[in-house]
Structure formats: structure tokens, C-alpha cells
């Protein structure tokens, strides 16, 4: 069974910046799609950003191209996304999983954007 455990969320400012890390359990990492998403309370679960299982294949959802940059260290068996140029639209609970993703999800990591 694969288990996902988020951290790096915080409190920051508008402008700022922070990298969150997925660590995944199992040997099934390097074979894995994985992606990032997002909960705002009361909203549906959306995708962030997506990377394929070699690193290739970067998605992205519009609302973030240009500030957040998705990668995963294989041997590490560790997904990041690096956010930058924060805004206070993008606070959130987030979450990593698999793309598409499995009914178990994490804990999740809150990132609060807000001056």
C-alpha cells in the first residue's frame, strides 16, 4: 500500500515563497505519476501540478504556470513543489497522490497566504 506524508506548508506573505515535499512510501515510486492538489474548505479537490513517472510530462494548472515548479527525486522516493510569487488565492490544504489519484489520500499540508 502506498502512503503519502505532505510537509513545508506555513504561513507566508503575499510575494513569498515555499516547497513542499511528498514522501512516498513503497517501491513503486520510480513507476508512479504523481501529482499535486489542493482543498480550499467547501471546494472540490482540484489538480496543481502533475509529473510524469520519468520526470517528464509536467502539467499545470493555469492558475499557477510560471509560479510553482513540480519535480520528484527517485531516490528519495520524494515529490516537491516549489511555489513562488505567492498569492492569497492559492491558500490551501495540499495534497499528493498519484495521477490519477487513489482513494487514500494523506494528511495533506496548509499553506496560508495572507499579509
Known amino acids: 500500500q502506498v502512503q503519502f506524508v505532505e510537509s513545508g506548508g506555513g504561513s507566508v506573505q503575499p510575494g513569498g515563497s515555499l516547497r513542499l515535499s511528498c514522501s512516498v512510501s513503497?517501491?513503486?515510486?520510480?513507476?508512479?505519476?504523481l501529482a499535486w492538489y489542493r482543498q480550499i474548505p467547501g471546494q472540490q479537490r482540484e489538480l496543481v501540478a502533475g509529473?510524469?513517472?520519468?520526470?517528464?510530462?509536467?502539467v499545470y494548472a493555469d492558475s499557477v504556470k510560471g509560479r510553482f515548479a513540480i519535480s520528484r527525486d527517485t531516490i528519495v522516493n520524494t515529490l516537491y513543489l516549489q511555489m513562488n510569487n505567492l498569492k492569497s488565492e492559492d491558500t490551501a490544504v495540499y495534497y499528493c497522490?498519484?495521477?490519477?489519484?487513489?482513494?487514500?489520500w494523506g494528511q495533506g499540508t496548509q499553506v496560508t497566504v495572507s499579509s
Open positions: 509529473i510524469g513517472s520519468g520526470g517528464g510530462n509536467r
Open positions: 497522490n498519484r495521477q490519477p489519484p487513489f482513494t487514500d
Open positions: 513503497g517501491t513503486i515510486f520510480r513507476f508512479l505519476s
